[in-house]
RNA sequence: GCACGGGUAGCUCAGUGGUAGAGCGGCUGUUUUACACGCAGUUGGUCAGGGGUUCAAAUCCCUUCCCGUGUACCA
């Protein structure tokens, strides 16, 4: 090998013959992920001059671990990071972890719970408990991380954040006394969503509404002053009966307009209570009638508060019923005590009907339990800057792709409702908030708590604690997960950091976090930072299984990411991803495409290594190009403009399509098979200097294009094909794209367009003549004689090369060529081609041949005659479509003149 | 209920008015010196159904059906 050597890329000259003859991507991958982070190829520089690429990673959760959904979201955001490395940028991919509350403490507690004696929380003491679970987190938090790495991901690690680090601490505290001082957060009693197994109130949006087999029961309610006559009352929670302070009928349902105003006896723990008249109440549905019951239900809280009605609480936090006024019930599991009220109404004869039902329940997100409505002392942000954040998306200053999701965002932002933020949790960002002793019994019964409290000194809320500690108790409850990562793209950020890379460029995430993130991160950039936080944001799909079906742990549908990494490298897993996610729409994910990516790594390796088995080009005899070198060339900077276009629109699998089937159909199927003669001993060395500078450049151009995608092997190739010591000495990741316009500079357009019309020929030919081959049973190996009788000048050059690609020995270029009767010949844009079969003719098989053929384009003939026999057609459709048709229908004629002169000649 | 997305070859998906495509799979041939993770050939389609607009519809409009997602709820 004649390569130039130097540098600290060089490679050590190997003898090529023990290059191994399939890629192991396990190694090399390894290799380059440590020498990236070594040479700090990720790392972002606050203050350089170069314009700025910045991304913020979707923190994943610190108990998470690598599924496809995270696969699909990184390697994205690889791919847009490491594309605007090359494209000379200053890029920021800022990574970090979540603490996730619920999750992380829900962790740790189910360790508490596997000791012997089994242990809660509570046993263990909040001081004690967060301390263990931030032991937990430093021992197994880092998971995720690790495994993102392994994918390739070019993330700033030196940057890495957390969500309860001390400066996004202080950041979360500093965002609530300001919000709070505002007035935007405040503290009241109300219905919220409560989880009675997590013992915490949730976010309207944690609660998941699913439909549910449930029973409508009809009950019969007494009324007081006539023991005959009932009012029949339809629910579904018989159970909370007791909690019931007034029965609500429609004022306009004529069937109760003579009871309103008296009193029903309430069935379980009797009482009576009143009969009102409430709009809300269909009249159509179930009996008309409908049990109101405060404390167990918003809509019933919402009438009882219009009434001025009574509200009575029967069940515990942990969903138990709390009702010593009816000892059958008192104490038992909510759906126990169901359908035991059912039976006790049963046996009192006041059961009228239970039939089947299917209704919505809310379900926790997160214990997978019904929650329950409860009456709950909790605090609440009015969402700040909603204006600003649909304005946004309106303008256009934030574009959302796939463009419809703007729409769901808008939705939720138009009914938007206060955010519970507190969770009576103890792993997360404490609420920074003090009440003064002595008065926190009597301030835990305030209606509501604001800056006004704080102003009469019964309050303090601060970012740091008060001066006085030993006078103040501090709030219980922790902050909801989201209401810290909400501030994520500024809060990773410091004053350097912010200056140059905030607003972030892009955002990409799934859908379904719409509202829990990607909007509350809209509003938060403009309250705190007074600019939008991204300017796009791509929405990727969802993974799902071959049935469609989520990727869940309990299907066990879901593939371990770590496992294909192992099994198809990295690279393959990133591409074969790539090739397969649409945009807009779910991806289904089959294993099938992941192979696909490592039997295209494969392919490049050995397209590769073909190059390292040849020498050196040497700078003369001046290089003579061929029509197949402009050719390639050509769908080379062809290639450059598809990628751009697509990554423009972040069509990632039209990317992955482009550079597969250029490197794998027009590269090596065809080009390389064109050229392989002009390697071996013998060839003309001109001809062979120019078969090597284009390998040469399109590998060097192609490496570039598919290292976003395929960063390993591409490296490695930029290595070991020696592009490294002679094209920057950097590693390619650092290395800018290379101009495309340099391309095929010296030749005229016109130059460019005959030889790719030649080498198109050339192409089809050698397929008809291969299709010849086949059709006669030839095999492709088969060393046979084509004859050409060319319709056009042909070159001894383009006739090696057909015979080449055809697998022939020889191309005869005969002007005057007589065949045989019955040879075997096709119609080629480069003239007539004859396979001459000595001794092996079959005169009837080359007539049934012809006559398929014949049949296949009379029918074409006749399609094409049908239109334009169409005078509506020749008149109103453009001329150019038209002349298209009258040339096609050219075309076929000609060749069924020749076909039926063929035919002629074999009888 | 409302909104959004989708229905194209056995499978996964491209295809924004002008000759229905790719990869995989199937079948046939092939160990030719980069690659059998390969090469060559080949087989697969009422473009969900119906109606309309148009010279021309997978593509635009209407409608029905099926799948998915979000959202609102009636106890």
Redesign the pocket.
């Known amino acids: 090998m004649g390569l130039q050597m130097r540098g600290r890329y060089d490679m050590m000259p190997r003898a090529m013959r023990e290059l191994p003859?399939?890629?192991?991507p396990t190694q090399v991958e390894e290799k380059w992920q440590r020498r990236w982070q070594e040479e700090g190829c990720f790392h972002a520089d606050a203050h350089t001059a170069k314009p700025t690429y910045s991304i913020v990673i979707p923190p994943p959760n610190v108990t998470g671990v690598l599924h496809m959904g995270h696969v699909l979201n990184n390697t994205i955001q690889d791919i847009l990071a490491r594309r605007a490395r090359q494209e000379g940028k200053e890029v920021l991919w800022l990574p970090g972890t979540d603490h996730a509350g619920i999750a992380t403490q829900a962790r740790v507690e189910k360790e508490l719970t596997k000791e012997t004696p089994p242990r809660t929380r509570f046993d263990v003491g909040r001081e004690d408990f967060v301390k263990m679970v931030w032991a937990w987190k430093e021992e197994h938090g880092g998971i995720i991380i690790k495994q993102l790495k392994k994918l390739g991901c070019s993330c700033d690690w030196e940057r890495e954040r957390f969500t309860m680090d001390p400066g996004y601490a202080t950041e979360v505290a500093r965002v609530f006394v300001e919000l709070f001082r505002e007035g935007l957060i405040y503290r009241g009693l109300r219905m919220v969503n409560w989880d009675p197994v997590l013992l915490t109130a949730l976010s309207?949006?944690e609660v998941?509404?699913t439909?549910s087999k449930s029973k409508?029961y009809t009950i019969r309610y007494r009324l007081e002053d006539d023991p005959n006559r009932w009012l029949l009352?339809?629910?579904?929670?018989p159970e909370t009966i007791m909690a019931d302070v007034a029965v609500?009928v429609n004022p306009k349902d004529p069937r109760y307009a003579d009871m309103l105003g008296k009193k029903v006896i309430r069935p379980l723990c009797e009482a009576p209570i009143p009969i009102i008249a409430d709009e809300?109440?269909?009249?159509?549905?179930?009996?008309?009638?409908?049990?109101i019951t405060p404390a167990h239900d918003?809509?019933d809280f919402e009438v009882g508060v219009r009434f001025g009605l009574q509200i009575i609480d029967v069940l515990t936090a942990d969903g138990h019923i709390n009702c010593p006024g009816c000892p059958e019930l008192h104490g038992k599991e909510r759906f126990e005590a169901r359908d035991l009220s059912a039976e006790l109404l049963r046996q009192k004869g006041l059961l009228e009907k239970e039939e089947a039902?299917e209704?919505?329940v809310g379900i926790s997100q997160r214990s997978d339990v019904p929650i329950e409505p409860r009456l709950s002392m909790q605090w609440f942000l009015k969402y700040p800057c909603v204006q600003e954040a649909k304005d946004a998306v309106a303008n256009g200053d934030i574009v959302f792709r796939?463009a419809?999701?703007a729409?769901?965002y808008m939705?939720?932002l138009d009914?938007i409702q206060d955010w519970c933020i507190s969770r009576q949790l103890w792993w997360g960002h404490r609420i920074p908030v003090w009440y003064r002793k002595g008065m926190a019994s009597e301030l835990k019964e305030a209606a509501k708590l604001d800056v006004t409290d704080a102003n009469a000194g019964r309050i303090y809320v601060g970012v740091e604690p008060p001066t006085d500690p030993e006078n103040w108790v501090q709030d219980e409850d922790a902050l909801d997960t989201w209401f810290s990562s909400w501030l994520w793209p500024f809060a990773t950020m410091d004053a350097d950091c912010r200056a140059k890379f905030y607003p972030t460029s892009d955002l990409v995430t799934g859908?379904?976090i719409i509202?829990f993130w990607v909007s509350r991160m809209i509003m938060a950039g403009y309250r705190f930072e007074g600019a939008k936080p991204f300017s796009n944001v791509f929405f990727t799909s969802?993974v799902?299984d071959?049935q469609?079906?989520?990727m869940s742990k309990s299907l066990g549908n879901s593939p371990d990411p770590l496992d294909l990494i192992e099994r198809y490298g990295a690279d393959g897993l990133r591409f074969g991803l790539m090739r397969?996610a649409?945009?807009?729409?779910?991806?289904?994910f089959?294993e099938?495409?992941i192979?696909?990516g490592?039997?295209?790594?494969?392919?490049l390796y050995?397209?590769a290594?073909?190059r390292m088995?040849q020498g050196e080009a040497s700078s003369s005899p001046a290089p003579k190009f061929s029509p197949v070198h402009i050719d390639i060339l050509a769908k080379l900077k062809q290639l450059h403009t598809q990628l751009a276009n697509a990554l423009g629109k972040y069509?990632f699998?039209?990317c992955a399509?482009a550079l597969?089937?250029f490197f794998?159909?027009e590269y090596?199927?065809?080009f390389?098979?064109a050229v392989?003669n002009d390697l071996r001993e013998g060839a003309d060395p001109a001809v062979r200097n120019a078969t090597l500078s284009t390998i040469d450049t399109v590998l060097r151009h192609y490496l570039s294009l598919l290292a976003p995608i395929m960063p390993h092997i591409t490296e490695e190739l930029w290595e070991s094909l020696g592009y490294a010591a002679r094209y920057g000495g950097k590693p390619l990741m650092l290395t800018e794209l290379p101009d495309d316009t340099a391309l095929l500079s010296g030749l005229e357009d016109s130059e460019i367009a005959l030889a790719c019309a030649t080498a198109t020929a050339l192409y089809e030919t050698?397929?008809r003549a291969?299709?010849l081959?086949?059709?006669y049973?030839?095999?492709?190996?088969k060393n046979v004689r084509l004859v050409l009788k060319p319709a056009v000048p042909i070159e001894a050059d383009l006739a090696g090369r057909l015979a080449l690609l055809v697998?022939a020995k020889e191309t005869d270029v005969e002007q005057d060529y007589t065949a045989p009767r019955g040879t075997p010949t096709a119609l080629t844009p480069l003239g007539e081609l004859f396979l001459p079969l000595e001794g092996l003719v079959d005169v009837q098989a080359e007539r049934d041949r012809i006559a398929k053929e014949l049949l296949q384009i009379a029918k074409?003939i006749v399609k094409s005659e049908t239109?334009l026999s169409?005078p509506?057609?020749v008149?109103?459709?453009?001329a150019e479509?038209v002349q298209?048709e009258q040339a096609?229908l050219r075309d076929w004629n000609e060749k069924k003149q020749h076909l039926i002169a063929m035919q002629a000649a074999l009888s």
């Not at 649409?582 to 289904?588: E, H, I, R, S």
């Not at 490592?598 to 392919?603: D, I, R, V, W």
């Not at 049973?777 to 190996?781: I, R, S, W, Y």
Request: charged fraction near 30%; include cysteine.
């Open positions: 003859k399939a890629y192991e309207d949006e998941i509404m439909p409508l009352v339809a629910t579904t929670r609500a809300h109440v269909e009249i159509g549905f179930g009996t008309g009638a409908l049990k918003r809509v039902y209704n919505n796939p419809h999701w729409k769901t939705h939720w009914g859908p379904d509202f969802i799902r071959l469609g079906r989520k397969i649409p945009t807009g729409t779910d991806v289904k089959d099938k495409q192979e696909e490592k039997n295209f790594a494969n392919k050995n397209a290594r073909f088995m069509e699998n039209a399509q597969y089937s794998w159909n090596c199927s065809l390389l098979e392989k050698a397929n291969r299709n081959k086949a059709e049973n030839l095999a492709t190996n697998g074409e239109k169409n509506s057609f008149q109103r459709a453009p479509v298209q096609r």
